[in-house]
């Protein structure tokens, strides 16, 4: 299996910034597609960021401009880059990893979810 953990939500004020790690640990042979996601009370989950194997990166409407995707891949690593935080991005945050693992099995995981909180 693949156990996810991430780090680095909090609270902040509104402008401010925060950058989200979650680091993928298992017998895992690769790692495709790394995301994140976030939900807020009485929303449904939406797409945060994706980055590719290759470096390619997909941005929501809402965080294109703000938000930065990177992945470190011998670290198993993916980290999400806030700045110019506001009210409306606080969320509790979800990484996605989409990964091979050396018994061939393909396998979706998600992290246990860190909580950011941005205040007016």
């Known amino acids: 299996q693949v156990q996810l953990v991430e780090s680095g939500g909090g609270v902040v004020q509104a402008g401010g910034s925060l950058r989200l790690s979650c680091a993928a640990s298992?017998?895992?042979?690769?790692?495709?597609?790394m995301a994140w996601y976030r939900q807020s009370p009485g929303k449904q989950r939406e797409l945060v960021a994706t980055i590719t194997t290759g470096g390619s990166t997909r941005y929501g409407d809402s965080v294109k401009g703000r938000f930065t995707i990177s992945r470190d891949n011998g670290k198993n690593t993916v980290y999400l880059q806030m700045n110019s935080l506001k009210p409306e991005d606080t969320a509790v945050y979800y990484c996605?990893?989409?990964?091979?693992?050396?018994?061939?099995?393909?396998?979706?995981?998600w992290g246990q979810g860190t909580q950011v909180t941005v205040s007016s």
């Open positions: 298992g017998r895992i042979l690769v790692i495709y597609e």
């Open positions: 996605n990893l989409d990964t091979r693992l050396f018994d061939t099995r393909r396998i979706i995981s």
